[in-house]
T-cell receptor, first 114, second 110 residues
Framework: EAEVAQSPRYKITEKSQAVAFWCDPI?????LYWYRQILGQGPELLVQ????????DSQLPKDRFSAERLKGVDSTLKIQPAELGDSAMYLC????????????FGPGTRLTVL | EDQVTQSPEALRLQEGESSSLNCSYT??????LFWYRQDPGKGPEFLFT???AGEEKEKERLKATLTKKESFLHITAPKPEDSATYLC???????????FGKGTLLTVNP
C-alpha cells in the first residue's frame, strides 16, 4: 500500500539553529500539504502545493519558515532559525488532485527545540 | 472562518460499552467532512468522508453520520485497540483547506 514518507522521524535542535524536514508523497499525487500539530491540538495547515506551485502559504511564518517542491514530487520544509515555540509534530500529507480528494498523512517529524 | 468543535475532549469506556463522539462545525459551503484516527506519535489515519446531510458510512465498529451542523462517530462494542484520538475536519469555501478540531481522546479499558 502506497504511503507518504517523511524524514527524520525525530529531531532535537537548539534554538537559533536551522532544521529541515523532507516529505515524499504518494506516487501520482499532485497536491502536497505541510501541517504543524501542537500537542493536544488538531493539525494546522502551513503550506499547500499544487505540483510545484504554492497555492496557500497564508499561515506559514515566512520570516523563518520556507518550503519548496522543486520538481513537483518531494518537498522540503525548513526553519531558520528555530525557536522554542516551534516544538511540535510536523506532518506531511498528499492528495490526488487537491479538491475534495482524501488527504493521506505521513508519520510526521517530532521536533524538539531546546 | 471555518470552525470545528469536538466533544468530549476525552472519553473512557469499558470494552463493549458503545458511545458516540460529536463534531460540531460552522463552514461556508461544506465540501466534505473527514474523520481521522491518530495513534500517539503517529500521523492521522483516514477513516471516512461525508459530503451531505443524511449520509452515513460504516467501517467495522465505527459508523459516521452527518447533519447540517454536526457529525457523530458512533462506536459499537469498542475494543481496547480502538483507543486513539479521533479527529474531525471540514473542507469548505474556495480553497479546499482542511480545518481540524482538537480531537477526542478515546480510551477503551479491557
Amino acid at each position: 500500500e502506497a504511503e507518504v514518507a517523511q524524514s527524520p522521524r525525530y529531531k532535537i535542535t537548539e534554538k537559533s539553529q536551522a532544521v529541515a524536514f523532507w516529505c515524499d508523497p504518494i506516487s501520482g499525487h499532485a497536491t502536497l500539504y505541510w501541517y504543524r500539530q501542537i500537542l493536544g491540538q488538531g493539525p494546522e495547515l502551513l503550506v499547500q502545493f499544487q505540483d510545484e506551485s504554492v497555492v496557500d502559504d497564508s499561515q506559514l511564518p515566512k520570516d523563518r519558515f520556507s518550503a519548496e517542491r522543486l520538481k513537483g514530487v518531494d518537498s522540503t520544509l525548513k526553519i531558520q532559525p528555530a525557536e522554542l515555540g516551534d516544538s511540535a509534530m510536523y506532518l506531511c500529507a498528499s492528495s490526488l488532485t487537491g479538491y475534495t480528494d482524501t488527504q493521506y498523512f505521513g508519520p510526521g517529524t517530532r521536533l524538539t527545540v531546546l | 472562518e471555518d470552525q470545528v468543535t469536538q466533544s468530549p475532549e476525552a472519553l473512557r469506556l469499558q470494552e463493549g460499552e458503545s458511545s458516540s463522539l460529536n463534531c460540531s462545525y460552522t463552514v461556508s459551503g461544506l465540501r466534505g467532512l473527514f474523520w481521522y484516527r491518530q495513534d500517539p506519535g503517529k500521523g492521522p489515519e483516514f477513516l471516512f468522508t461525508l459530503y451531505s446531510a443524511g449520509e452515513e458510512k460504516e467501517k467495522e465498529r465505527l459508523k459516521a453520520t452527518l447533519t447540517k451542523k454536526e457529525s457523530f462517530l458512533h462506536i459499537t462494542a469498542p475494543k481496547p485497540e480502538d483507543s486513539a484520538t479521533y479527529l474531525c475536519a471540514v473542507q469548505g469555501g474556495s480553497n479546499y483547506k482542511l480545518t481540524f478540531g482538537k480531537g477526542t481522546l478515546l480510551t477503551v479499558n479491557p
